[in-house]
């Protein structure tokens, strides 16, 4: 029995309905609008699968942008994301709706919101779910009424005796949160999952900017009907733009469980993540929450603003976690959109995929968090290869063979017997993306570059290479950490960037690990346990399904031992 069947055994049998085409209406947002691409239909036929992914979410065909309000119900877990039933390119956007048991797989059921009522007639947008007392979800999302305002409204299940909760009502009393006279009506969007206080009031934060300053709004209830706008927001930061889609959460200081949004005390700390509009990446922080102020305080540990923390340095937005009670874990869910060109997304038929989930905990060191892979993606894993203290001399590779290397997940320990040879590092370089773009994956160093070719063609023509780098500063060593794009593919016309991040680790044993899922057009990679994450889409034209290959490599003077390598060809799983 394959996964599809299965998959349908647990939930049963259910046929989707007809997309409502909900036209496209002229308001501000936040995507480029191709009307003469709209509507474009494509038969099953003609959908090309060339890199569509193998276990990572998408649709089964069309636009797909921000994942929504998941959250864990009667032992299904529920995924809602912005969806365009009408074609590759962002318009037309509805919530659709799929359900799993397990996270990987799952099934699609019919959209759960589409505008229909003069308070989102032209958009339901982004936004939440909250799991009320006596198992009772509720969505907050943003829509945009008759008057082009963005307002918050509410939804709810129309039979909490369903556990696929398949049709869901919008009251009339709609919007229950408008922008009043001092909120730009224009930005004002992605109600976050909303927490109890200890005073008995619901609370959520609404992404917005006043000129430039982001800023998240707080409003407090206590029916979660009528909302009321605290005086001063949650956090602002001044010159970071429009804050989008926030996330507000607890976490243990040590350990790595979960918590439920509304957890509060000193034995928590909570993190603040904001999708930045005018860079299109997202940024966080770890601080103290004071609920009795209802102000965010963030550590100095690190910047609070673009140059800070961010949960993905590669191709990864308007994330989306919650808490999942059934393992007590938080999981983040984050959209990867396409990086060929528009016309490449209508003639494939289809533009973005959501990465894989990941559990979310704090570092030990309480200054980041750490993220990794859920557990149940192993259980696709099979056809191991291994390699084990494996010596890697400057300038050499040695091809991994044995799996399939466009449908791949790899773990490795490389390590190193001296850090001597580690080049200077400049302290100007505070950006790690200019670093990377600056010395790439050939250039000679000391300690590194070393790591994997991903997505290789046989001769080399294209690969996409994550790789190391170490750098003596005054102080200590940095680390660098590099997902390249420039050599991933012979097209013309692309988007190739090289994406970086820092790696804070301690190098005292004189290791580091990485680990990449690899799925056709996505490359997923965490480096340092977690510490740092990358994820690149790429568009190979030789390196495809069988002629796809990988590799390990070391061009540093320093020579890389690969400690152990565990590579695994993945099963497809049953999406959509």
């Known amino acids: 029995m394959n996964f599809c069947t299965l998959l349908s055994l647990l939930l049963g049998f259910f046929s989707c309905s007809l997309f409502v085409n ?35 979410f998408q649709p089964h065909r069309h636009w797909m942008n921000d994942p929504n309000g998941p959250f864990y119900f009667k032992g299904i877990y529920h995924l809602f994301y912005q969806y ?15 359900v ?15 505008p229909s009522k ?22 907050l999302y943003t829509g945009i009424d008759s008057q082009n305002r963005q307002v918050q409204n509410y939804a709810i299940p129309a039979n909490l005796s369903d556990p696929l909760l398949i049709e869901w009502v919008k009251p009339d009393n709609n919007p229950i949160v408008e922008p009043g006279t001092e909120v730009n009506a224009s930005a004002f969007r992605d109600p976050s999952t909303a927490w109890l206080s200890f005073n008995g009031h619901w609370k959520t934060i609404i992404g917005s ?21 605290a005086e001063q927001p949650l956090h602002s930061v001044p010159n970071t733009g429009m804050w989008e889609c926030p996330d507000f959460y607890p976490v243990v200081r040590f350990g790595r469980f979960g918590l439920d949004a509304s957890v509060t005390g000193n034995w928590v700390k909570h993190v603040l993540k904001v999708s930045l509009d005018l860079t299109r990446y997202e940024y966080y922080t770890v601080g103290k929450y004071y609920p009795t102020t209802d102000k965010y305080v963030p550590d100095n540990t690190s910047a ?44 494939k038929g289809w ?83 200019a670093v990377c773009s600056q010395f790439g994956s050939t250039a000679q160093g000391g300690v590194g570059p070393f790591g994997l070719l991903t997505l290789a063609s046989e001769n080399l023509e294209e690969f996409t290479p994550v790789f190391f780098r170490i750098f003596k500063a005054e102080q200590n060593h940095v680390v660098l950490m590099c997902s390249d794009a420039r050599s991933s593919s012979l097209k013309d016309g692309l988007y190739k ?20 899922l690899i799925d056709h057009s996505v490359i997923e990679s965490f480096g340092g346990g977690g510490k740092t994450c990358i994820t690149s889409r790429v568009y190979p034209t030789k390196a495809v399904f069988e002629d796809a290959h990988l590799h390990v490599f070391n061009n540093g003077t320093e020579t890389i031992t690969v400690e152990y390598l565990g590579a695994w060809s993945m099963r497809s799983a049953c999406v959509n």
């Open 22 to 56: 909900n036209g496209l209406v002229a308001v501000q947002a936040l995507h480029k609008v191709y009307p003469e691409l709209q509507s474009l239909e494509n038969n099953d036929t003609e959908i090309k699968q060339l890199y569509r992914t193998g276990f990572h």
């Open 84 to 98: 365009n039933p009408e074609g590759a390119v962002w318009g037309n956007i509805v919530w659709a709706h799929s």
């Open 100 to 114: 799993s048991r397990d996270l990987i797989n799952w099934k699609s059921l019919k959209p759960a919101l589409s």
């Open 118 to 139: 003069p308070f989102d007639i032209n958009g339901c947008w982004s936004g939440s779910a909250t799991v009320l007392p006596g198992f009772k979800p509720v969505i």
């Open 209 to 229: 900017r006043s000129e430039q300053t982001g800023m998240a709004y707080l409003y407090r209830s206590k029916d979660f009907l009528n909302w009321t706008k």
């Open 304 to 347: 609070d603003g673009w140059n800070g923390l961010r949960y993905d340095y590669g191709n990864f937005y308007a994330s989306k976690s919650f808490y999942d009670p059934m393992r007590k874990r938080r999981v983040l869910w984050g959209w990867a959109n396409e990086s060929d060109s528009v016309q490449d997304d209508v003639s």
């Open 351 to 433: 533009a973005g995929i959501q990465a894989i989930p990941r559990t979310v905990w704090l570092d030990p060191n309480g200054k980041q968090l750490l993220q990794w892979p859920i557990m149940e993606l192993n259980r696709l894993r099979w056809k191991r290869v291994m390699m084990i203290h494996q010596e890697l001399v400057k300038g050499q590779n040695i091809e991994i063979k044995g799996i399939t290397a466009a449908q791949a997940d790899v773990e490795v320990i490389f390590s190193f017997s001296s850090l001597d040879k580690a080049e200077a590092f400049d302290p100007s370089w505070v950006d790690a993306q």
């Open 497 to 516: 960037p090289t994406f970086a991040g820092f790696v804070d680790i301690d190098l005292s044993s004189k290791k580091l690990l990485l680990r990449s």
